[in-house]
């Protein structure tokens, strides 16, 4: 492998990392002002706060740079791998967006669903996290719950489409390349 091309993989995991922790804080800041409980009773301590800002940029980071990581393991090698035309970054990027608006909209959705599912049904959390979340705040930490992980869900089905598309994309290129005079 020669330095450009280890510095190329190199972009893409950084793409990858710092795409995947702006939206993790961007998701964190809002679904900790719904309902700063879930990360400051849901999850482990890892700050003396119950500022949402706080909580969010901290987890924002903590909680979305190995998703990142992950997502540009199958990236590098649908970018990278073979004889067809080398994807970088930077082509990469488009396709990031659309996947982390796509997970932002699902997201979405699927918290203000499962408040609204939550507050139609008068949805109880288990006994464990009744003893820290405040009588009222139900139906926004199972918005926030639900948001979270269809987050996490888009994420990596939709990774795995990025570099699917990716390769598909590259081996019609190779097609087109071989089949020109």
Sequence with gaps: MTLDELAERCR?????????VVYGVLHDLV????CVEYF??????VIA??????LALVWGVLATWWVGAGLAVPLVAAARLGAAPRW???Q?????GALL???AAAAALAGVAGGGWARATAWQPLAAWRS????GAEARFFGVLVAHNISYLMGFSGGLAVAGAVLVSRARARRAAAAAP
């Design 12 to 20: 893409i995991l950084a793409t990858c990392v710092v795409a995947a």
């Design 101 to 103: 608006l796509s997970c």
């Design 88 to 90: 970088t970054a930077r």
């Design 40 to 45: 400051s009773r849901f999850h482990p301590p």
């Design 49 to 54: 706060s119950e500022s949402p800002v706080a």
């Design 92 to 96: 990469l990027r488009p396709l990031l």
């Design 31 to 34: 679904t900790a002002h719904v």
């Design 132 to 135: 820290w979340l405040p009588r």
